[in-house]
């Protein structure tokens, strides 16, 4: 029973087409003894789920005592029967808002739901594997979060077809819209599309899809499928806050310029111009899939310093020790002298430094001088004539 914005009444068709802009009339009594503020506001229902707001171009209006005012509002009409609930609402003298009758009403399509077209091949973007997946991940925040449909036309004949997208974030604010281009299709081809957010704190963001279909021939427009409502998306990502980054460096391996193999840790003697190498061995100790990536500084016997960057990596919990996954760097022996380089591990969605080996030693370079033969002291000075 209403305090003091009492619904008397709920007008609407009792069915409607598809795509038809609905008319919706809802009248309000005050039953209070002064003038206060009162609005109302619409939810549509389809199959149980809010899926749109009716829009009423008068948000609120001042009503005196015993008095009446009927607010007129419109939706478009979806491929599907709906139910409208009107919810009143009357302004108090703490500043707020409060709700206080309802009152509901059914509206039939007027011909069953065609099959026009529909969503498939829903997917979601995994920011940790960079890869395309059908179930929601879980990664920590500071990626993006993405869906990607893909519209099919079912309806037997040429259609035209576009996609709208609504992103939420973790608060259920619409953050990002977006529209595709109209479409035409032929029958069984399709189109894709995806919407992405980048999220910056800990929680569940979500989306909204949805597919619009008309004839060849024109308008009227007609909401043939969709995931999500215009008010609540579905989930497209759990985002968590940075984990703990548990990765390190196992070991590591020196390039053999004469066997081009590598070998233990121990420094090599190399010649003044040949490659030198180090390869480093990392693992994740986590529970979770990884970024990774070995870096290398390397320290000339001059004391210049170079860096050498691996590439980066997603790596799997898990692994066997000769799994473990493996970067080897190189570069040129350009001094004489001993050569030292700093190992560096860097892993997680940044890619910070977690752990580090420096100054190893590499490798020693020397001046090339040809080798000495063994009968070098028994060279003859002169020849006798006989």
């Given amino acids: ?56 171009p008068t948000t609120y209006v001042n009503l005196d005592p015993d008095h009446k005012y009927q607010f007129w509002g419109y939706f478009t009409m979806p491929n599907n029967n709906v139910v409208v609930q009107a919810v009143s609402y009357w302004y108090g003298a703490d500043g707020q808002w409060h709700s206080d009758d309802v009152m509901v009403k059914e509206i039939k399509l007027a011909a069953p739901p065609t099959d026009l077209g529909e969503l498939q091949d829903i997917r979601y973007w995994n920011a940790l594997t960079s890869t395309w997946q059908s179930s929601v991940p879980s990664f920590p925040y500071n990626n993006y979060a993405k869906l990607r449909c893909t519209a099919v036309n079912t309806s037997g004949k040429d259609y035209y077809f576009y996609m709208t997208w609504y992103g939420f974030n973790i608060y259920g604010q619409r953050l990002y819209q977006h529209v595709t281009q109209v479409t035409k299709l032929a029958s069984g081809k399709s189109m894709t599309d995806s919407i992405e957010i980048f999220c910056n704190l800990p929680g569940t963001y979500s989306a909204t899809c949805q597919l619009w279909a008309s004839s060849v021939s024109g308008p009227p427009w007609q909401l043939v499928d969709w ?23 196992d070991t590591w391996h020196l390039w053999d310029w004469e066997t081009n193999d590598w070998v233990r840790p121990s420094p090599t003697s190399v010649p003044l111009n040949e490659k030198i190498g180090i390869q480093g061995v990392a693992k994740n100790e986590g529970d979770t899939t990884l970024r990774m990536r070995i870096d290398v500084q390397i320290r000339s016997p001059s004391g210049a310093l170079q860096m050498v960057l691996g590439d980066d990596r997603y790596i799997p919990p898990g692994l066997w020790p000769y799994d473990y996954p493996k970067w080897g760097l190189f570069w040129y022996a350009t001094e004489a002298g001993d050569w030292e380089a700093d190992l560096i591990l860097r892993a997680g969605p940044s890619l910070e430094v977690v752990d580090r080996r420096d100054y190893i030693d590499v490798a020693h370079v020397a001046e090339y001088a040809p080798p000495v033969s063994e009968f070098s002291e028994f060279a003859i000075s002169s020849f006798n004539k006989v």
Avoid: C
Wanted: aromatic share 8%.
């Fill in 1 to 56: 029973m209403a305090q003091y914005a009492d619904i008397l009444s709920v007008e609407v068709p009792a069915e409607a087409n598809a795509g038809e802009i609905v008319d919706v009339r809802v009248e309000i009594k005050n039953l209070y003894t002064a003038v206060i503020s009162v609005k109302v506001i619409g939810i549509i229902f389809v199959k149980g789920i809010a899926w749109a707001y009716v829009t009423f």
């Fill in 227 to 249: 995931i999500g409502t215009l008010d609540i998306g579905v989930p497209i990502a759990y985002v968590s806050g940075v984990p703990e980054i548990e990765a390190s460096i």
